[in-house]
């Protein structure tokens, strides 16, 4: 009988633990770009240029990694929370933001002003030119660098 015990006692505090961990997991909030400090910081078209001198390692080497741009207001979505900043010719970088945050600068932005954003990069559309070189393209894509959980770099 007392094997039996302390077996369910283990029990109880092995499943005490699990639901400590998974409750922790499950109400952990994800790490924005507020959160940490940018790993490079750069003007809005360097990124570009070095998003076509060499895609594939660029792209690798700040995957999921918060990067600091500077440039000035292109376009501003206010349903959708994002902010589109001019890269020249065909590009531009989708700053996307949490609620919180986009209410906190909102009113601060404007059309042709100069910002600095940081926010964690998440690939570039139209930036690998090996994926859609097929010989059939007559116009040129648009090159979009996709930033999510953004907010200011002060």
Request: hydrophobic share 40%; proline share 1%; aromatic share 8%.
């Given at each position: 009988?007392?094997?039996?015990?302390?077996?369910?006692?283990?029990?109880?505090?092995?499943?005490?633990?699990?639901?400590?961990?998974?409750?922790?997991?499950?109400?952990?909030?994800?790490?924005?770009?507020?959160?940490?400090?940018?790993?490079?910081?750069?003007?809005?078209?360097?990124?570009?240029?070095?998003?076509?001198?060499?895609?594939?390692?660029?792209?690798?080497?700040?995957?999921?990694?918060?990067?600091?741009?500077?440039?000035?207001?292109?376009?501003?979505?206010?349903?959708?929370?994002?902010?589109?900043?001019?890269?020249?010719?065909?590009?531009?970088?989708?700053?996307?933001?949490?609620?919180?945050?986009?209410?906190?600068?909102?009113?601060?932005?404007?059309?042709?002003?100069?910002?600095?954003?940081?926010?964690?990069?998440?690939?570039?559309?139209?930036?690998?030119?090996s994926a859609s070189d097929d010989g059939l393209d007559m116009l040129s894509v648009d090159k979009i660098v996709q930033l999510k959980t953004c907010s200011l770099n002060n």
């Amino acid at each position: 009988m007392k094997k039996w015990k302390k077996i369910l006692l283990i029990l109880f505090v092995v499943g005490l633990i699990t639901g400590g961990y998974v409750f922790y997991i499950a109400t952990k909030k994800p790490e924005t770009a507020a959160d940490s400090k940018p790993v490079k910081e750069m003007v809005a078209a360097d990124l570009f240029k070095e998003l076509d001198s060499a895609y594939k390692k660029v792209d690798s080497s700040y995957i999921n990694k918060n990067i600091g741009v500077t440039g000035s207001v292109k376009e501003i979505d206010i349903v959708s929370m994002h902010v589109f900043i001019d890269a020249g010719d065909a590009a531009s970088i989708n700053c996307s933001f949490d609620s919180t945050e986009f209410a906190k600068i909102k009113s601060s932005l404007k059309v042709g002003n100069a910002i600095k954003i940081k926010g964690i990069y998440s690939g570039c559309d139209g930036c690998d030119k090996s994926a859609s070189d097929d010989g059939l393209d007559m116009l040129s894509v648009d090159k979009i660098v996709q930033l999510k959980t953004c907010s200011l770099n002060n």
